[in-house]
């Protein structure tokens, strides 16, 4: 069974910074690691993207250049480092299997999609002074 846990959440200033984790059990099946979040009363907005390789990534228009998605030598846990925070970017995140490659979305223009199984619990992300 595929099942990830997010972990990492908090409280932080507008300006500040935060580090969030993504530990994925089970058969990824060479699929990428993907970063969701969801602000309250919206839907699941794709965030990040990290494939097979390092190099193999992406970003929304509304985080790129401030968050950074890594992924272990083990490809089964993702970070993401999170800079310059803003008020907009509260919400819950998530992380999820996507399909790859990464780079595909950012040069079709289509977000990524979670292409397996439940969402998690998700970890908590709240800006505010």
């Known amino acids: 069974q595929l099942t990830f846990v997010e972990s990492g959440g908090g409280l932080v200033q507008p300006g500040g910074s935060l580090k969030i984790s993504c530990e994925v059990s089970g058969e990824l099946d060479s699929g990428a690691i993907g970063w969701f979040r969801q602000a309250p009363g919206k839907g699941h907005e794709a965030v990040s993207c990290?494939?097979?390789?390092?190099?193999?990534?992406y970003y929304s228009d509304s985080v790129k250049g401030r968050f950074a998605i890594a992924r272990d030598s083990s490809r089964k846990t993702a970070t993401l480092q999170m800079n310059s925070l803003q008020t907009e970017d509260t919400g819950t995140y998530y992380c999820a299997r996507i399909n790859p490659p990464c780079r595909w979305y950012g040069i079709t223009g289509t977000p990524p999609r979670k292409s397996f199984g439940d969402w998690g619990q998700g970890t908590q992300v709240i800006i505010s002074s």
């Open positions: 990290i494939g097979n390789s390092d190099d193999d990534t």
